[in-house]
């Protein structure tokens, strides 16, 4: 079934639009409201990108861990900047290279994703952007930005999990902040260039087809239903309740920053005017609907629903068994927090993961009787997953699982 499948389809419907008439054989409206994971022997679905996949001959991800496929499987050990084996990245390349010509070799595909990203940070010097090699071929480029920009980490960790305990800041001031942000004429200029700069630095003039998918984000909470009125998720006893009224507002700047997302897209393609669109808003959000957190129905936290499609800490994904981030070797420097030290590189990478074992490293240390939630601890985690930075980066995140 789709879960970051999902997303992956949405961008693969939204490439099509772009594609000449002659190479789009499925109607992509229906792709994108309907997407369906492909079966074995079942034919594969065809849009523009898969149905002639012989003139892809490369692209580019780059972004935050929402695109970085963050807790979905590694080969061997994580690394540092989080990608996972079933981002939607990933799936994209695999199923371009499985649709390649017979004796083409795979497309060229550049996977800048990175756990923290934001939008300044693509422009870095030795950012994401400058990072890509001319050398190789981009005929589209896939892109998740603006939420680490927005705080997201700082809304869920204030409103939710309260990794810092009393010292988290209220939720309201984060909500706030998050909202301020997000009309901010500062943030909508930072995506504008950002996107701008992507496209001179692939040469946009000498390829007229390139296109640059930007993703948006989906609300996390069904918030229409009683159920997690009196839920907590707090780390520490005692935590915030999601209550109704907490659900819809952070479901309204996920709406949010969705919005703006489209609109700089809009206003990007308006420089561009009678060319081709050089960028797609890909709003895979409805296709959430259903598979958020709090369902009508559903007693959170449930880490056996396979129909959430958002991680919660330490849940499992694509098949591994309970004891999830067993098999995950997190680089052995990170498995101990040195409260008196971790925050500063906490923030600079701006990893979730790295911000929350940070944060309750220094909970701890301020306030020695804090006590974990019942609701936290899985027996399996007692001992050692307690400071597995992966269970928490991945928090509130697209599951793989096939
Ligand atoms: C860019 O890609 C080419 C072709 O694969 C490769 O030979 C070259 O080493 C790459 N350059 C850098 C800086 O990675
Ligand atoms: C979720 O999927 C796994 C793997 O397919 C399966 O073993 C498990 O029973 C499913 N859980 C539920 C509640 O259906």
Known sequence: MARLAHIQRAITAALALLAPAHHVS????RLMSAP??????????????????????????????????????VDGVEVNCRLGLHGYPALIYADLSRHAAPYAPPPAFQWRSCTGATANGLLHAEGQIASLNHSLPADFATLSIGGNDLGFFDVINACVFRFYSYYSGTCDA??????????????ELRLQVALLELLDNVQWERHPRFAVAVTGYARFFGAASPECDDLSLGVWWGGPKLSRALRTEMNSL?????????????????????????????????????HRFCEPGVGEPDYSRN?????????????????VDSNVQAPSDLLLVDPHSCLEPARESGDWGLLATCYMAMAK??????????????????????????????????????
């Not at 984060?174 to 943030?187: E, G, I, K, Q, T």
């Not at 129909?307 to 004891?323: A, H, I, Q």
């Open 365 to 402: 240390q301020r306030d020695p009787t804090l006590q974990p939630a019942g609701s936290m601890i899985r027996p399996q985690e007692e001992n050692s997953g307690w400071y597995v930075p992966t269970s928490y980066a991945k928090v509130f995140h697209p599951v793989g699982r096939l």
């Open 254 to 290: 996920v709406l949010a920053a969705n919005s703006k997302l489209r609109s700089v897209v809009e206003r990007v393609n308006e420089r561009f005017a009678g060319a081709r669109p050089k960028a797609l808003f890909v709003d895979y959000d409805a296709g959430f609907g259903g």
């Open 174 to 187: 984060a909500l706030r902040r998050a909202a301020d942000l997000v009309a901010s004429p500062d943030f």
């Open 307 to 323: 129909d959430t499609w958002f991680f919660l800490v330490g849940g499992p994904d694509n098949g591994e068994s309970s004891t």
């Open 36 to 73: 369906s994971a492909e079966r074995p022997g079942q034919k594969p679905l065809r849009s523009g990108l898969d149905a002639d996949p012989a003139g892809i001959a490369g692209f580019v991800s780059l972004g935050d861990s929402y695109s970085a496929g963050i807790g979905t499987g």
């Open 26 to 29: 499925a109607k992509p409206a």
